[in-house]
């Protein structure tokens, strides 16, 4: 699998494109008004404890109020879970009081009015390992199948532990695979330094006040991704290039030789043709190559996707038909979650199939294509209803809500009110202002399309209410008047 990381730079923002043998398979936005705080540390002060939410309201300096749940404060001590698990019926009220200081790690960024999860367990991440100050555990990333490598990596991160007086513990990464010994204990000692540091700078910091600020998305990203499969990086900046350069000398030696700086005319986006596929992903309807489409339709509750066969008609039976069709939406459904970063409840109504098989094969299918993805995603079987169910660890905005803001005309919905709704809307409302007040006149003022409809079709209607209410009635266009506005003026 050949990929390629595309950084683009402008003053204001910075996008990274990850490329998957020529396919956009994710990006990143960034902006230097709304940067991404998961894993930033706070200095933070408990403003409310909410004991029927078994949750607190903590201040940390943004513009709403974090939520902290009980089951995200760690111990006062670092405990080994294997000796005294947590049963997860703590009371919140036991945990934290209000106006106390509190050293919290963002989880999930605020997403649309709801303000940051917080959490006590900080986790530090370097390169190869993640540091766990408040547990003593050793754990090794799911990722990582080999046996073999697997227990080498937890016998090294278990001599860590006893080579700790802290009590701290270790996640070894992904990206572990395969490293050295010497190059895990490097990491091991940076990541020590780092957190004497943070715990060092959170002694003096005031309630409300950033205490450590997570990487930069362009570095972020090169840290966190499989270094293996990267076959190329390219930034369109020179200074940001010579940045790169410099964090991947020290952290990602192996990376170096793959950085190109991009000095072309044509933008780089353009190059790859993201910039047309990051149009296409805000769109509702995505077409399949066989003559099919998914319907994508976001809400605050859940994301649905609808299978349509549209105008595939296939060669063989109806059932083969839908099959092929479902499971090219299967790696369609994967490609575009990804895309759109679309999180928690995903509900997919693919075509209705009747052999077991075929529906195995499908889900089988989306979970092979879901593998890639690097938030946590769980799968469902088919339900009654032939849906399936799935979830994706939500962290931060989906790329819609990133993009685009909610519909000023509609306020979201996707429908307005027809012309003619406006109309007979308008005629309650005179009779309504001619019963109340006492006026020559009446003057409505509406948009073109409603007074044009009132004028003409409309207009014997329009005779018959003002010789019942026995005032002359006036219309004015208003250009800047969205098709449900009017008002009715008294003259």
Not at 242 to 251: D, I, M, P, S, Y
Not at 278 to 286: H, I, P, Q, T, Y
Not at 390 to 402: A, D, G, P
Not at 416 to 440: D, G, H, M, N, P
């Amino acid at each position: 699998m050949s990929q390629e990381i595309l950084i683009n730079i402008t003053p204001r923002e910075t996008r990274v494109a990850l490329v998957e043998n020529g396919s956009l398979e994710e990006v990143n936005i960034e902006r230097e008004r709304r940067r991404g705080l998961v894993g930033n540390v706070y200095m933070g002060q408990v403003r409310r404890v909410l004991p029927g939410m078994q949750a607190a309201f903590v201040e940390v300096g943004l513009q709403r109020t974090a939520f902290l749940h009980a089951s995200d404060i760690a111990p006062p001590e670092p405990i080994d879970p294997a000796e005294t698990p947590l049963t997860g019926s703590e009371n919140i009220a036991d945990l934290v009081t209000e106006q106390q200081r509190i050293l919290v790690q963002v989880i999930r960024d605020p997403i649309g009015t709801k303000g940051a999860r917080l959490t006590t367990h900080i986790t530090i991440p370097s390169r190869y390992l993640v540091l766990l100050p408040s547990g003593k555990a050793v754990g090794v990333s799911t990722r990582i199948e080999d046996e073999e490598e697997r227990a080498r990596l937890k016998a090294i991160g278990k001599t860590f532990l006893d080579d700790d007086d802290e009590g701290h513990g270790y996640i070894l990464r992904t990206a572990a695979e395969g490293a050295a010994e010497s190059a895990l204990r490097a990491d091991r000692e940076f990541l020590i330094k780092l957190w004497e540091s943070i715990r060092a700078r959170a002694e003096q910091a005031q309630p409300g006040t950033l205490v450590h600020e997570d990487l930069p998305l362009m570095l972020r990203v090169l840290r966190d991704l499989p270094i293996s499969e990267i076959e190329r990086i390219r930034i369109d900046s020179r200074e940001n290039f010579q940045k790169v350069q410099g964090f991947c000398e020290t952290f990602l030696p192996e990376l170096v030789p793959r950085i190109e700086y991009y000095p072309g005319e044509r933008p780089l986006f353009d190059l790859y043709n993201v910039e047309d596929e990051l149009a296409r992903a805000l769109e509702r309807k995505v077409l399949l190559k066989s003559g099919g489409h998914l319907v994508i339709d976001q809400t605050e509750a859940l994301t649905t996707v609808d299978v349509n066969t549209g105008g595939y008609v296939g060669h063989r039976t109806l059932e083969e038909t839908i099959f092929k069709t479902n499971l090219e939406a299967a790696h369609a459904i994967a490609r575009q979650v990804r895309l759109r970063n679309l999180g928690g409840i995903i509900i997919i109504d693919f075509i209705d199939m009747r052999t077991e098989e075929h529906k195995r094969q499908v889900l089988r299918a989306l979970e092979k294509a879901l593998e890639r993805d690097h938030a946590k995603t769980q799968i469902s079987g088919v339900s009654a209803l032939g849906l399936v169910e799935m979830t994706r660890k939500r962290t931060r905005e989906s790329l819609e809500h990133t993009l685009s803001e909610v519909c000023p005309t509609c306020g979201g919905r996707g429908t307005l009110k027809s012309a003619e709704t406006v109309c007979y809307e308008i005629f309650r409302e005179i009779l309504r202002e001619a019963r109340q007040f006492e006026a020559k006149s009446l003057l409505v003022l509406a948009s073109q399309e409603v007074v044009d409809l009132l004028l003409d079709e409309e207009s014997v209607s329009l005779a018959q209410l003002e010789e019942f209410i026995g005032r002359p009635i006036r219309f004015q266009a208003e250009p800047l008047y969205t098709q449900e506005q009017y008002d009715v003026v008294i003259l």
